[in-house]
């Protein structure tokens, strides 16, 4: 890979703990690319960049899980141009990406309403998950045409047609049978929940699986981001007391 990311461990604490699942969404392109007088397609050419380093940096900390958001099911409603330049350089960047990921043990998967993509597009994502399928490393999953409310839709619909078919009772619908048909069912929760960019929303992203994860908003931009962000992000993240609704921990 390219850009040396070497040393990055030795940033962190001795004594810090690397999220398992790290879910990021990637924002601030379009602000980017108007403080330096260029298109917002330019911002997220430059975007690419930092999801490049950001992966090898997930992968060197070893980090289990890494979710990018890459394109929401809202993002449809940007101008056409915007849209179709997004779909050429998702397809083309994971073209050009995948023999890395094949070399660094990444297993990439997709998640999203994918029959709705440009189907080049869907046929490269199909490729990159069958090409990587037994790499046991970091899994990506990269988040396409995807909507937090959708993917509960299509899994409450998934569990509906096996109550039709009589394969299962109502009354078995519970927490772990709906997770098992979201997108991604063999992927731990997230730990951490990450949004350069600045905006504190989430953006109808994995509304199921942030449950409990920890959220960090950071001012830097995405095309700026690189793996000191990361960094840092971590050290908050170690900084936080997870509760899960139990009383604080006794000192
Ligand atoms: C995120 O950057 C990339 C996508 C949503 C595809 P934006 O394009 O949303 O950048 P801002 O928020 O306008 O700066
Ligand atoms: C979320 O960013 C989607 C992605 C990063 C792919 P947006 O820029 O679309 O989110 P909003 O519109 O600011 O909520
Ligand atoms: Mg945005």
Redesign the pocket.
């Known amino acids: 890979m390219s850009q040396s990311t070497s040393n990055l461990k030795d940033k962190l604490p001795p004594d810090c703990q690397v999220p398992a699942h790290i879910a990021i ?3 601030g392109n379009g602000r980017w690319a108007q403080q330096h007088g260029l298109s917002r397609l330019e911002g997220h050419f430059e975007g690419r960049k930092a999801t490049h380093r950001v992966v090898e940096a997930c992968a060197e900390l070893g980090v289990q899980a890494l979710s990018l ?4 099911a ?2 449809w409603a940007r101008p056409g141009d915007e849209v179709s330049g997004l779909m050429t350089l998702i397809e083309q960047s994971l073209r050009e990406e995948l023999d890395d990921l094949i070399g660094g043990d990444i297993r990439f998967i997709a998640s999203g309403r994918h029959e709705e993509l440009p189907e080049s597009l869907q046929r490269t994502l199909s490729e990159a998950e069958a090409r990587t399928v037994d790499n046991d490393g970091m899994v990506l999953n990269l988040l396409i045409n995807y909507g937090g409310r959708a993917e509960i839709v299509d899994a409450v619909r998934a569990l509906a047609g096996r109550v039709q078919s009589g394969e299962l009772a109502p009354e078995d619908i519970d927490e772990a049978a709906l997770g098992a048909h979201l997108y991604a069912p063999e992927l731990p929760d997230p730990d951490l929940l990450l949004r350069p960019g600045g ?1 504190m ?1 989430v ?1 109808n ?1 994995l509304l199921w699986e942030i449950a409990y994860a920890e959220i960090v908003v950071m001012p830097v931009l995405w095309p700026d981001f690189t793996g000191d962000h990361l960094v840092e992000a971590i050290e908050e993240y170690n900084e936080r007391q997870r509760r899960f609704g139990r009383v604080p921990d006794a000192e």
């Open positions: 969404i990637m924002d958001y890459a394109f929401s809202e993002n905006e929303r953006s992203f």
